[in-house]
């Protein structure tokens, strides 16, 4: 009995040992932060957010990334992720609705959850990144500091999800996929050209 007993102990401790050893690798999340590459190092710097969501729907594919404009020109409204998240939950979503959100200083939020499905293009949302430029660009122009960080962030989100940005339809505006919207602004929209070959020489 005490025998077993013993064996038992280490059979127990050299499985808790494999078990340490292999928890960075298969723990709850660690593989699907690896495989979604958000341990890269090579992105820019995300501001963390940690946002309460009442729903979390994972994405089933990545195939586009979508830019928008907030179309709030009133940083006091509108400027933060923070305030963008408690927006849409008044709208009856889940919580912000784009992935990530820049800053008039360039600094990038991160808003949904990167895996999880967003609510920022109708019809359009199981299978796009969004990203969202914190400005009314039908009025003002976004500040150097926004393109610097929007084309860094979707050069990275090209690498990490393996996406062809020279591709038709991969780095698209909001008003590609939804006719009703001037989304990501008349002064933002014909950047995305220089956005896409931006993408293409850093992927
Ligand atoms: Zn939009």
Same mark, same amino acid.
């Given at each position: 009995?005490?025998?077993?007993?013993?064996?038992?102990?280490l059979?127990?401790?050299?499985?808790?040992?494999?078990?340490a050893?292999?928890?960075?690798?298969?723990?709850?999340?660690a593989?699907?932060?690896a495989?979604?590459?958000?341990e890269?190092?090579?992105?820019?710097?995300?501001?963390k957010r940690?946002?309460?969501f009442s729903e979390?729907?994972k994405?089933p594919a990545?195939?586009?990334?979508?830019?928008?404009?907030? /179309?709030?020109? %009133?940083?006091?409204l509108?400027g $933060? +992720?923070? *305030?963008?998240?408690?927006?849409?939950?008044q709208? =009856?979503w889940?919580?912000?609705?784009y992935?990530?959100?820049i800053r008039?200083d360039g600094?990038i939020?991160?808003g949904?959850?990167?895996?999880?499905?967003?609510?920022?293009a109708?019809?359009?949302?199981?299978?796009?990144?969004?990203?969202?430029?914190?400005?009314?660009f039908?009025r003002?122009?976004?500040?150097r /500091?926004?393109m %610097?960080a929007v084309k860094?962030? $979707? +050069?990275? *989100?090209?690498?990490?999800y393996?996406?062809d940005? =020279?591709?038709?339809?991969?780095?698209?505006?909001?008003?590609?996929?939804?006719?009703d919207t001037?989304c990501?602004?008349?002064?933002l929209?014909?950047k995305?050209?220089?956005l896409?070959a931006y993408?293409e020489?850093?992927?």
């Amino acid at each position: 009995m005490q025998e077993f007993s013993r064996r038992e102990f280490l059979r127990r401790a050299f499985f808790a040992a494999c078990g340490a050893a292999f928890l960075p690798l298969f723990g709850p999340g660690a593989a699907e932060a690896a495989r979604l590459g958000e341990e890269d190092t090579g992105g820019p710097y995300v501001y963390k957010r940690f946002f309460g969501f009442s729903e979390y729907v994972k994405r089933p594919a990545t195939e586009r990334i979508v830019i928008h404009h907030t /179309e709030i020109a %009133d940083m006091e409204l509108g400027g $933060t +992720a923070a *305030l963008i998240h408690e927006m849409h939950k008044q709208n =009856g979503w889940a919580g912000i609705g784009y992935h990530y959100f820049i800053r008039p200083d360039g600094m990038i939020e991160q808003g949904r959850q990167p895996p999880m499905v967003g609510a920022h293009a109708w019809q359009n949302n199981q299978d796009t990144v969004g990203v969202c430029v914190a400005g009314n660009f039908d009025r003002d122009r976004p500040t150097r /500091e926004q393109m %610097d960080a929007v084309k860094e962030l $979707t +050069a990275w *989100l090209c690498r990490r999800y393996g996406l062809d940005p =020279g591709k038709r339809g991969v780095i698209v505006g909001h008003r590609d996929l939804n006719e009703d919207t001037t989304c990501p602004g008349k002064y933002l929209y014909p950047k995305l050209p220089e956005l896409r070959a931006y993408c293409e020489e850093h992927i």
